[in-house]
């Protein structure tokens, strides 16, 4: 399988191009191309064809439209100090999004296709990766049930795209973001899909984000679907609890139930306060272990991590049972330190001893 290339003739100019990525933000803009493939049972896969970026045309009757069999992924290319463009840890979104696609009976798409789709668009749209160290290019690859028919039924063909937009700060990095701890809705449960990155998963969270806006609040943090009690993720990332500080800290994360996306930040993060020195450690923490933490002192520092969102801290937390805030409410200096030294090594600042950047072009 191959990526055909037939890129579009009248791409934005400099101009536009520059005021577009200068503009920051999140998804707003996309680049001059995408790419397309297309699955089907007697067929398999056909190659790729890397072209315009654009409309599709689809019957009504879908299958996606009506019973969102749908998955998608989140990766970034970053500029490196020399001029190049390197992805971060690719193999792992392309593993994630077969099993994505085994959980969604949708076709797994060779991991080596996957990477080769995201590595030809990056090379062809590679003036539209942003410049500055916190910038980059956002890679949205997606696959959608394309079989047309109302059955309820796993579909007989699939597509493939993949598109991209440049991308600068999903928060404020210099402010903490507060939440709200659902104990109404839950985003997944044991058997359920929350270990996919499906579509279905974000529209079912969206009425949680709407409370935890009328509730004033950023982000919705999710408890287990059984007791409530027990801390999964926040919206469209991990957690992670600092308890105690300086050397001595220790850097906690909800273990992995199979009801949490296992995020490729998270994993990294594992990795990265190790080498700093931190004790790492996966384990079940419960809302009340959140709230008496905080308030003994011993819960020092949140935050949450994530493609987008990168390292962001969490202040204060709100939920049927109370109201409270970790240290003063501000990002602390764990979560700074972490931050800083994720992206110094996803922009080859600081030395990636474990192979994690792909250098693109
Ligand atoms: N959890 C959810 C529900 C997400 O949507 C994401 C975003 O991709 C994450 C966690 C973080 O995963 P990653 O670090 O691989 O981007
Ligand atoms: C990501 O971090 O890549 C995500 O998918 C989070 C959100 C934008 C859905």
């Not at 019957?59 to 019973?67: C, E, G, L, S």
């Not at 890679?139 to 597509?159: C, D, H, Q, W, Y």
């Not at 001893?353 to 792909?358: A, F, K």
């Amino acid at each position: 399988m191959k990526v055909n290339l037939h890129p579009n003739t009248a791409p934005a100019t400099d101009a536009d191009r520059a005021a577009k990525i200068a503009e920051g933000g999140f998804g707003k803009y996309y680049t001059d191309n995408m790419v397309v493939a297309e699955w089907s049972l007697e067929n398999g896969w056909s190659d790729a064809e890397l072209k315009p970026y654009g409309p599709l045309t689809l019957d009504p009757a879908t299958a996606v439209f009506h019973y969102g069999q749908e998955i998608f992924e989140g990766m970034k290319a970053y500029i490196q100090p020399d001029g190049s463009i390197s992805l971060f840890r690719p193999q792992a979104n392309a593993e994630r999004f077969a099993r994505s696609a085994a959980r969604l009976a949708l076709p797994e798409m060779p991991t080596d296709f996957f990477v080769k789709t995201i590595e030809e668009l990056v090379k062809q749209d590679r003036a539209w990766v942003p410049g500055k160290v916190g910038e980059s290019l956002y890679l949205r690859p997606f696959m959608i049930a394309t079989e047309v028919g109302l059955g309820v039924r796993p579909s007989n063909k699939a597509m493939y795209l993949l598109i991209a937009t440049p991308a600068s700060a999903y928060f404020n990095a210099a402010k903490a973001v507060t939440v709200w701890i659902s104990t109404e809705y839950v985003r997944a449960a044991p058997g359920g899909t929350g270990e996919a990155k499906c579509g279905g998963n974000y529209a079912a969270s969206l009425v949680a984000q709407r409370q935890a806006a009328e509730q004033g609040c950023d982000q919705v943090v999710w408890l287990d679907a059984n007791e409530r009690r027990w801390i999964e993720e926040m919206g469209g990332m991990n957690l992670y609890f600092i308890k105690g500080s300086g050397k001595d800290a220790t850097v906690v994360t909800p273990k992995l139930t199979g009801t949490l996306l296992p995020g490729i930040t998270r994993d990294s993060i594992l990795s990265v306060a190790a080498d700093l020195g931190y004790k790492v450690e996966e384990t079940m923490i419960s809302i009340d272990d959140w709230r008496d933490g905080v308030a003994s002192g011993e819960i020092t520092e949140i935050f949450a991590c994530g493609t987008a969102a990168v390292v962001s801290a969490v202040g204060a937390a709100k939920s049927a049972h109370g109201t409270w805030t970790t240290g003063d409410g501000n990002p602390g200096p764990i979560t700074q330190q972490i931050r800083e030294t994720l992206l110094g090594i996803q922009h080859g600042t600081i030395a990636d001893t474990r192979g994690w950047n792909v250098k693109v072009c």
